[in-house]
């Protein structure tokens, strides 16, 4: 059952407050624990199956004590002790699991709920505990087992029918989650948990509509019920209503006491203000991004002093790391410029990026030292740091790329004007010109329509393949693939309907990133969603059509990209009505082969 641990990609979208149920440390949890360890220290003189010294059971008692104080630490310490002195109590596992995982080292709380579970197989609550946390790790088929596993033994929990309809509901089965709701309602229907979870269903299905009178319900039935209020934000949201998200996001956050569950709801309404243009505090409140309460916010390794918007620059050695996904170090990259200039000919700037992107980035900041940065999951946590190649050199401030905006792009009209950020090699640029000439007459037209990740709420920023065709068929224009990973199916299904894509030769579309810059600025135009590719087009001065949800956030409240100027968005008026959008693109790029042809 075990599953490696992996390092999720980072990039900043809405995040959601998942519709789980069921706390491993709550009070009645503890409880049951505390009772069964009384019951292992009767059990001791008897010859128990499972027998465990005094000292053990006194160590196991302690830890539950220091579980309930919230100090987890100690706790684990304690399980590890009472471990050592037999490392087949699964009593002992099943505590140690439940410290862990509250302390946010959930790869390690889940080999530990693991061995309780092999070594108390006919103690169910390890399975719902083990089941809910391999969701959180987005373990999703094993996390379906275990509490279809319990459900068992425990006919019609409500707390594990739940669980097991949100990790139907992650795995895009939809229709099983909805039956499987719908069914739980029905025995009990004043349970305001099942009436959010079907919401979550239905806006994750992309019918943000339909949910709302499922959360209204569940608020009805407990006005108090904050992840109901929150949820029904992000369906607001994804119905173009920001001005409403951000009041439900207000007044969820007046009743949240979780930290995790208060980072989660700024993050939100971060990426909201962004989307109303409220950069100033849109930007104050993105700092939420790095809390440690979040399972996936990073922690920097630190040079210096942490940078504040109030620092002087001048004459200073400034380090930069880049954030998040790979488009969003690319996004934020538009402030460098005017941090260049904020630390003088005296000035020293670092920046760390990911690998792929040193090149073009040392390339267009020639007076910067590039380097890359590393990220890494030790003890539940993610880490970045740096590759030095050398000596570190002495740093008098750091700071995440993202947040040097809260100084610099706090309004609309203090976003440049230029084209291009980024420079991409003149030299491969003018191959790809030659390349693209040596293949006749045409508009050279780059394509893409996916990303690496097309799972749950994210599909919902794509618009399907298959209504690619009215672009496609536009004659006079010759479409070059630029999509990264796997693409033979959708090409082969372009060319069984007589559509051609070209595809460049010669070229790694997802790790040559340098190159792909080039060919990029060599096209006519690049079309497709909010990708790697499509920020790296734009930052180099590329002209983008770019499709696009009412939920995209790093138009920064425009119309089209604050960062980018060369970038036309073509949004969706409505949820899922991505056939309109790509309609409207076929008819732009058909006017744009008929002036090309004229000229």
């Known amino acids: 059952m075990s599953v490696p641990p992996t390092i999720p990609a980072a990039e900043p979208k809405r995040p959601s407050l998942d ?44 830890a539950i004590k220091a579980i309930a104080a919230k100090t987890y630490g100690e706790a684990s310490q ?33 080999s530990a709920y693991e061995a309780a579970v092999r070594l108390l197989a006919d103690e169910t609550t ?29 006919p019609g929990n409500v707390e594990a029918t739940n669980n097991l309809a ?13 039956d499987l709701l719908r069914d739980v309602i029905g025995a009990h229907p004043s349970d305001p948990i099942l009436w959010n979870s079907l919401g979550t269903v239905l806006s994750e299905r992309g019918d943000a509509a339909q949910s709302l009178p499922f959360y209204d319900e569940a608020l009805r039935l407990e006005p108090g019920f904050y992840k109901a209020r929150y949820n029904r934000a992000n369906a607001r949201m994804n119905l173009g209503e920001p001005l409403l998200a951000i009041a439900d996001i207000d007044e969820a956050l007046t009743g949240v006491t979780d930290p995790t569950e208060i980072a989660t709801m700024k993050m939100a309404k971060a990426l909201t203000q962004f989307i109303v243009g409220d950069l100033e505090n849109g930007f104050d409140t993105y700092e939420a991004r ?23 620059l001048e004459g200073r050695t400034m380090l930069v790391y880049g954030e998040q996904g790979l488009g969003d170090e690319v996004l934020f990259a538009n402030v460098l410029d005017d941090v260049q ?49 050398a000596s570190p050199p002495e740093v008098d401030l750091w700071t995440p790329i993202g947040s040097l905006f809260r100084r610099f792009r706090t309004r609309a009209d203090s976003f440049p004007d230029n084209r291009a950020f980024l420079t991409p090699d003149p030299e491969r640029v003018a191959h790809w010109q030659r390349v693209l000439s ?88 690049v079309i497709g969603p909010a990708t790697a590719t499509t920020n790296i087009a734009a930052a180099c001065g590329a002209r983008v059509w770019m499709s696009s949800n009412s939920e995209a956030w790093a ?10 100027p060369t970038v036309e968005v073509f949004r969706t008026v409505a949820p899922g009505e991505w056939g309109a959008v790509m309609d409207r693109i076929a008819s732009a790029l058909t006017a744009e082969v008929a002036q090309r042809h004229a000229a």
């Open 555 to 564: 138009g920064f409240g425009s119309h089209g990209y604050l960062c980018y």
């Open 438 to 525: 040596d293949l006749g007459p045409g508009l050279n037209v780059g394509v893409l329509w996916k990303s690496l990740n097309m799972t749950g709420s994210r599909l919902r920023a794509y618009s399907p393949f298959e209504l690619w065709r009215p672009v496609l068929s536009v004659p006079g224009a010759r479409f070059v693939n630029l999509q990264y990973g796997d693409a033979t199916a959708e090409l082969d299904a372009a060319r069984a309907q007589g559509l051609e894509i070209w595809t460049p030769p010669g070229i790694d579309l997802k790790d040559d990133l340098d190159d792909l810059a080039a060919l990029c600025t060599a096209l006519d135009v």
């Open 166 to 178: 949100c990790a139907l509901r992650d795995q895009n089965r939809y229709d099983e989650a909805i």
């Open 126 to 154: 390890v399975a719902f505990d083990l089941g809910r946390l391999a969701h959180r790790l987005g373990y999703l088929e094993i996390a379906e087992k275990l509490l279809a596993r319990y459900l068992v033994v425990h």
């Open 341 to 389: 200039a904020a630390l003088g000919s005296k000035g020293r700037m670092i920046l760390a990026v990911q690998a792929r992107l040193v090149p073009l980035f040392q390339r267009s900041y020639p007076s910067a030292e590039v380097v890359k940065h590393q990220s890494v999951r030790h003890l539940g946590r993610l880490f970045r740091a740096i590759e030095w190649v």
């Open 290 to 312: 790095l809390d440690p309460a979040l399972e996936d916010a990073v922690t920097f390794q630190s040079h210096g002093q942490r940078w504040v918007p109030e620092d002087d």
């Open 19 to 62: 519709g789980l149920v069921g706390d491993a440390a709550s009070p009645e949890a503890l409880s049951r624990l505390s009772k069964a360890s009384r019951a292992t220290r009767r059990a001791t003189g008897k010859k128990a199956k499972q027998s465990v010294s005094s000292r053990g059971i006194l160590l196991l008692q302690a």
């Open 78 to 110: 304690l399980a590890l002790k009472a471990l050592k002195l037999d490392e087949r109590n699964g009593l002992a596992w099943h505590i140690l699991a439940i410290a862990q995982e509250k302390a946010g080292d959930l790869a390690q709380a889940f």
